[in-house]
C-alpha cells in the first residue's frame, strides 16, 4: 500500500528532476530518481501477435528495459502485481492538429485576389511547405486527456491549413512532463491537402484539377529551383526541397482521390502515404494498386430517420448503402492486403472512437489487425518502428492497462502511461455494478440495469408495465440512482443512495417522493442461460450484420460483376453503316473481341450469341462532341490562362449520366472544360463504360484536346460587378491574351528546343503543343466577329482551329470555317438564352454542312445528351438534310472532329464495337435504346435495366427496414437531407 502512494510522487520527481539534467534547480535540492517500475503476473501483449502470459513489464527512464516471464527485478523497483490484467501498446495516430492553433481567417472581399499576398515565397499563397507545427504548437492538457482516455500515447501533428502544409511534429501526450520530453520529432512529416489556406483569398485554384495541376507545378518548379538556377529565392521551394526526405502525408478525402493523388505522386517518384475518406472498399482493387500506406478514418455514418415514408424517398440507394457498407471498410482492406493505420481524424470527439472500432470489428475487422493499425503499422509509417508500437526493450514506456481484450465492449481502461507517465482513466479498485438487478422499495418492485463504463455508468429502470426516466452517478465508493415515481401525473422521484462494497447484492436508504426515508434493497439477477443457450449466443455474437454487396460502380444500376466482352450476332437488322454502303436491310453484323467482325447477310454464329434484330436498327454509337458529365470539376477560373489543368485528371467514373446516356445511345463523348477564361483546361476523351476506374474510360492513345472560349463568360460579362477585375474585360482585350501567351509559347519552345536547362512550365508545355499542332483547340464562340478574329490570330501563328463548339453563327461565316480547315459543333435549336446568341438560327447545322464545314450536334447538357438523336432529328425538320447525314452530325462528324474517327464513328469491320441496338429508326421521338454496346460489351440492356429497377427496389425496402430497427434499438439516427447533384455547364464555377 505504502508503494502504490509512493509510485506517483517518485514518478513526477523523476520527470521533473531528470528530464533535462543540466537545468539549474533553485526551488529545492536537486536530486534522481534510479527506480525502476515493474508490472507483473499481467498478460502482456507485446507486439499485436505476440503475447506473454503471466508476464513482468520493466521500465525505467520513460523506456521499456525488458518483457518476459522470467525478467529479474531490481531491488528499488516499485512493484504493480496486475494479476488478471492486460498490457498492450498504446495507440499513435498519424493524423492530427492536436495542440496547433488553427490559423485565422483572412477578411473576405467582394473583390477577387488573383496574386499572392506574401513576398519571398511561392507565387500561390497555398502553397506553404515553410511552416512548421513545432512553431504553432502548444501543449492542450484537456484534449491531452481526451486523447489518453481513448487510448492514445502519441499523436502526430500538422497545421490544418493549405494545400501544402508543412512539417508536422510527433507529440507524446504524457502529463506530468514537459516539451522536451513531449516532442519526440519536430519534423515528422509534410502534409497536402486539397483544400487551401484561409489565411488568403487568392482565388486559384479554383478547382480540383487546379490543385492536381498546381501540385505538379510545385514539384517542376523545386526541381529547377535545387539545380540552382532559380534567379530569385524562394522560401517556400527551399522548404519543399528540405522536406522531400520526409514521410509525405496527403488528405485525399475519398476513394477517387486517392486514386488521383497517387497518380501525381507516381509522376515524381513520390509515394504519399494517403488519408482516405472511408469508401476505399468501393474500388478495392485500385486501391491495392497504389501499393501505398493508408490512414483511415472510421467515422461511420449514423442511420437515417425513415420514419416519414414521404422523405424517405428523398434518400438515394447509395446513401443506404453507405451507412450499411462503410463499417466493413478496415476489413475489406485488411482482406486485400492494404496497409493501413486508423486515424480519429473527421470524428467529432476522441470518445467516439471506441465504439466505431468495435463497430468495424462486429463487422468482421480482426482484432489483431485492428491493433496493427494502431500500433506496430502508425510507427512504421512514421519511421518509428524501433521506438513506437511495441512493448520491448529500448522501445518507449507507451502502454495500456486494462481489465481485459482491449476491444472488448466490457472491458475497462485503468491507465493510460505514456514515456513513463502514469495516467489515470479508471481505479483499478473500482467496482463494476454494470448488470440487471431487482430492486425492491418500500413493496414496490422495479428492473434496474447499469450499463456504460464502470467509472461513468447508464441506468435503465423499469416496472412491470412501463420505463422509468432516470440518472445514476457515483462519486469515489458511492452511487446514487434518481428516478420518476410510477405516476406520470406528477414530477416526483424516487432517490436511492448506497455504499459500493459488493458487485452482487446491496442496499442503501431510498428518499420517497413524499420525504418519508426508508432501506431498499437490491438482488443482482443470475444468468441461467444453459451451456446451450451460451453457445447459441455465442455464435450470434460472431455473426456479423447483413451486409449488401458491392456493385460496379456502387450506387444504382450497378453491375453485381462487371459485364464482359461478347461474341454477339445480330441477325437481319437495318444496319446504318455511315460509310460508302450507306443503310443496309436484313443484314447481319458479327461482334468478336470488341470489334466489328463481319457485316453481311446470313452470317453464321459460331459460337456467337445470337440477338434477332428482326425489325430493328443498328446504328454506331452516338458521340457528343461537348460534354460536362462524368467530372468532378468544369472550370478551373483563377487565372485567364488554365491550360495547365486537365480534365483527364478529374473524371468520375461514377457519375449517374454515364449510365442515362448509355440508355440514350451515347458511346463517347469530350468533356470539356468551361468557358471561364479564353484559355481554359485540357479536355478528356472517353467510352462510357458504366463500372469500371475512371482511367478505363479515357480513349487509349487518345487525341489531345484543350478548350479555348470567347465571348461573354470570358471577360466576364455575367459575373457580377464585384468580380470584373481580371485582364481581359473587352473582347479586344482576349484578341491580345492569345496573341502574347502564342508568343510566349513560341519563345518557350524555343529555349526547349535549344539544349539549354530551362524551367519546365505546364501551362507553356500545352501551349506549345498547340503551336506545334500537336494539340487541337475546341474554342467555345457565339459572334462571327470574334469567331473571324480567332482564325486570323491562329494563322498568324501557322496553326488552325479544329472545332468551333456552340457557334451559333456559323451560318454567317461558314465559307471561311471551310477555307480555314475548321469543324462546326453547335446546337439544334438553342437560341435567345443570353444577349450573344440573340442571332442564331435552327438552320445553322444544315447551312455549315452544305458550304463543307464538317457539322456536328452537341449537347453542353446532361439531359440533352440523352436523346441527341432527336436533336439530329431536327436538321431534318428545319432544314431537309437526309435521314443519313443527319444521323452523322451525332456519330461520324464528332468522331472526325476528336479524330477518333479511325476507331468510332461508323459500322465498318474493323472497327471498335461501339454500337447501338435501336427499337425504332433511330432518328425517330420512338426510337428507344434497347441495347448499348462498347468494345464489344454490353453497358446498357433494357431487359437488364427492369430486372435492377425490380432488385433496387426491394434492396432499399430491406435497407429501409434496416434503418427503422436501428431506431428502434436505440442508435442515433438523423434527418434526412435531400441530395442535389452538382449540374455542370460551360459557366459552372466549381
Not at 438487478?437 to 434496474?448: E, I, L, M, P, R
Amino acid at each position: 500500500m505504502i508503494k502504490k502512494i509512493l509510485f506517483p510522487v517518485l514518478v513526477l520527481c523523476f520527470y521533473f528532476v531528470s528530464a533535462q539534467d543540466y537545468v539549474p534547480k533553485n526551488d529545492g535540492v536537486k536530486a534522481e530518481n534510479t527506480n525502476y517500475v515493474a508490472f507483473t503476473n499481467a498478460t502482456i501483449h507485446t507486439t499485436p501477435s505476440e503475447v506473454i502470459n503471466n508476464g513482468t513489464l520493466l521500465i525505467k527512464d520513460g523506456k521499456v528495459v525488458s518483457s518476459g516471464t522470467n525478467i529479474s527485478i531490481p531491488k528499488n523497483a516499485v512493484v504493480h502485481d496486475l494479476s488478471g490484467k492486460h498490457i498492450y501498446p498504446s495507440f499513435i495516430d498519424v493524423y492530427s492538429d492536436f495542440g496547433v492553433k488553427k490559423p485565422q481567417r483572412s477578411e473576405r472581399s467582394n473583390a477577387p485576389q488573383y496574386d499572392a499576398s506574401r513576398e519571398g515565397y511561392y507565387w500561390n499563397d497555398h502553397i506553404r511547405p515553410e511552416q512548421n507545427a513545432i512553431e504553432h504548437y502548444n501543449f492542450d492538457s484537456k484534449a491531452a486527456k481526451d486523447l489518453r482516455e481513448a487510448g492514445f500515447g502519441v499523436v502526430n501533428t500538422h497545421i490544418a491549413d493549405g494545400i501544402i502544409r508543412g512539417s508536422g511534429s510527433l507529440i507524446a501526450l504524457a502529463p506530468n512532463t514537459n516539451d522536451a520530453e513531449r516532442i519526440l520529432d519536430d519534423r515528422s512529416g509534410q502534409y497536402y491537402s486539397t483544400r487551401k489556406s484561409v489565411t488568403s483569398n487568392q482565388a486559384y485554384p479554383t478547382s480540383l484539377m487546379g490543385t492536381i495541376a498546381l501540385l505538379k507545378q510545385v514539384n517542376y518548379d523545386a526541381d529547377w529551383y535545387g539545380k540552382g538556377l532559380s534567379k530569385v529565392t524562394d522560401r517556400s521551394l527551399e522548404a519543399f526541397n528540405n522536406n522531400k526526405s520526409l514521410v509525405q502525408f496527403i488528405e485525399a478525402g475519398n476513394k477517387m482521390n486517392a486514386l488521383r493523388f497517387d497518380k501525381v505522386g507516381d509522376e515524381f517518384n513520390t509515394q504519399y502515404v494517403i488519408i482516405g475518406g472511408g469508401d476505399e472498399y468501393e474500388m478495392i482493387n485500385n486501391i491495392k494498386a497504389t501499393n501505398a500506406t493508408f490512414v483511415i478514418p472510421i467515422n461511420f455514418p449514423d442511420a437515417y430517420d425513415m420514419e416519414d415514408p414521404f422523405l424517405a424517398q428523398a434518400v438515394g440507394l447509395s446513401e443506404l448503402r453507405e451507412w450499411n457498407q462503410r463499417p466493413t471498410n478496415p476489413k475489406v482492406l485488411n482482406e486485400n492486403g492494404v496497409t493501413f493505420a486508423l486515424t480519429l481524424h473527421d470524428l467529432k470527439a476522441p470518445k467516439e472512437f471506441k465504439e466505431k472500432l468495435q463497430k468495424a470489428i462486429e463487422y468482421g475487422f480482426d482484432e489483431i489487425a485492428a491493433l496493427e493499425s494502431l500500433t506496430t503499422i502508425p510507427a512504421k509509417t512514421l519511421g518509428k518502428e524501433a521506438s513506437l508500437g511495441q512493448l520491448k526493450a529500448g522501445y518507449y514506456a507507451n502502454f495500456l492497462i486494462t481489465s481485459g481484450d482491449i476491444f472488448d465492449k466490457e472491458t475497462t481502461l485503468y491507465e493510460n502511461w505514456v514515456i513513463g507517465d502514469r495516467h489515470e482513466i479508471t481505479p483499478m479498485n473500482a467496482v463494476d455494478l454494470r448488470g440487471d438487478y431487482d430492486v425492491n422499495v418500500a413493496g414496490q418492485k422495479y428492473q434496474v440495469s447499469i450499463s456504460g463504463d464502470v467509472n461513468k455508468p447508464k441506468s435503465k429502470v423499469k416496472t412491470d408495465s412501463q420505463e422509468l426516466g432516470s440518472s445514476i452517478s457515483m462519486t469515489d465508493d458511492w452511487m446514487t440512482l434518481i428516478f420518476s415515481s410510477i405516476d406520470t401525473t406528477k414530477q416526483d422521484f424516487v432517490r436511492l443512495t448506497f455504499k459500493i462494497k459488493s458487485t452482487e447484492n446491496f442496499n442503501g436508504v431510498a428518499i420517497l417522493p413524499n420525504g418519508n426515508e426508508t432501506t431498499f434493497y437490491a438482488t443482482k439477477k443470475v444468468n441461467e442461460d444453459t451451456s446451450e443457450d451460451k453457445k447459441s449466443d455465442a455464435k450470434k455474437e460472431k455473426d456479423h450484420p447483413k451486409v449488401f454487396p458491392v456493385t460496379y460502380p456502387n450506387e444504382a444500376y450497378g453491375f453485381s460483376e462487371k459485364p464482359k466482352q461478347e461474341t454477339i450476332l445480330f441477325k437481319n437488322a437495318t444496319v446504318w453503316t455511315n460509310e460508302s454502303e450507306g443503310i443496309l436491310e436484313q443484314t447481319d453484323i458479327l461482334i468478336k473481341d470488341g470489334k466489328i467482325a463481319k457485316i453481311g447477310q446470313n452470317l453464321s454464329a459460331g459460337n456467337a450469341k445470337v440477338i434477332d434484330a428482326t425489325g430493328k436498327h443498328v446504328t454506331s454509337g452516338i458521340i457528343d462532341e461537348h460534354s460536362h458529365i462524368a467530372t468532378a470539376a468544369v472550370n478551373e477560373a483563377g487565372h485567364n490562362s488554365t491550360a495547365e489543368v486537365s480534365i483527364e485528371d478529374v473524371v468520375d467514373s461514377e457519375d449517374i449520366n454515364i449510365y442515362r446516356n448509355l440508355a440514350g445511345g451515347v458511346t463517347s463523348i469530350q468533356i470539356l472544360h468551361g468557358s471561364a477564361n479564353p484559355i481554359g483546361g485540357r479536355s478528356a476523351i472517353i467510352k462510357l463504360k458504366w463500372g469500371e476506374s475512371p482511367d478505363n474510360l479515357i480513349y487509349n492513345n487518345s487525341p489531345k484536346f484543350i478548350k479555348f472560349a470567347l465571348g461573354e463568360n470570358v471577360k466576364q460579362s455575367n459575373w457580377g460587378d464585384n468580380v470584373r477585375s481580371r485582364f481581359p474585360q473587352t473582347r479586344m482585350g482576349v484578341e491580345q491574351m492569345f496573341t502574347d501567351y502564342f508568343t510566349r509559347a513560341k519563345a518557350y519552345d524555343a529555349a526547349k528546343k535549344s539544349g539549354k536547362p530551362y524551367r519546365k512550365d505546364l501551362e507553356m508545355e500545352v501551349i506549345s503543343e498547340i503551336l506545334n499542332k500537336e494539340r487541337f483547340v475546341s474554342c467555345h464562340s457565339y459572334v462571327q466577329s470574334e469567331i473571324n478574329m480567332l482564325m486570323k490570330v491562329a494563322e498568324r501563328f501557322d496553326f488552325n482551329i479544329n472545332t468551333f463548339t456552340h457557334i451559333l453563327e456559323g451560318y454567317k461565316v461558314a465559307d471561311k470555317m471551310k477555307e480555314h480547315g475548321v469543324g462546326g459543333s453547335t446546337f439544334s435549336d438553342w437560341w435567345a438564352y443570353k444577349f450573344e446568341v440573340n442571332d442564331a438560327i435552327p438552320q445553322n447545322a444544315a447551312i455549315m454542312h452544305n458550304q463543307g464545314v464538317i457539322t456536328a450536334i452537341n449537347s453542353d447538357d446532361r439531359e440533352m445528351s440523352r436523346r441527341l438523336n432527336q436533336e439530329a432529328a431536327k436538321s431534318i425538320k428545319y432544314c431537309g438534310i437526309s435521314e443519313e447525314e443527319a444521323w452523322k452530325f451525332v456519330t461520324l462528324n464528332p468522331a472526325k472532329l476528336l479524330h477518333i474517327d479511325n476507331r468510332v464513328g461508323s459500322l465498318k469491320v474493323g472497327k471498335d464495337a461501339d454500337i447501338v441496338l435501336w427499337s425504332d429508326n433511330p432518328l425517330s421521338i420512338y426510337a428507344k435504346a434497347e441495347k448499348t454496346l462498347i468494345d464489344g460489351t454490353v453497358y446498357f440492356d433494357m431487359e437488364r435495366d427492369e430486372q435492377m429497377r425490380a432488385s433496387m427496389k426491394r434492396e432499399k425496402n430491406e435497407l429501409t427496414t434496416m434503418m427503422l430497427q436501428a431506431k428502434n434499438k436505440g442508435l442515433k439516427t438523423k434527418p434526412i437531407e435531400k441530395k442535389i447533384d452538382k449540374e455542370f455547364h460551360c459557366e459552372t464555377i466549381n
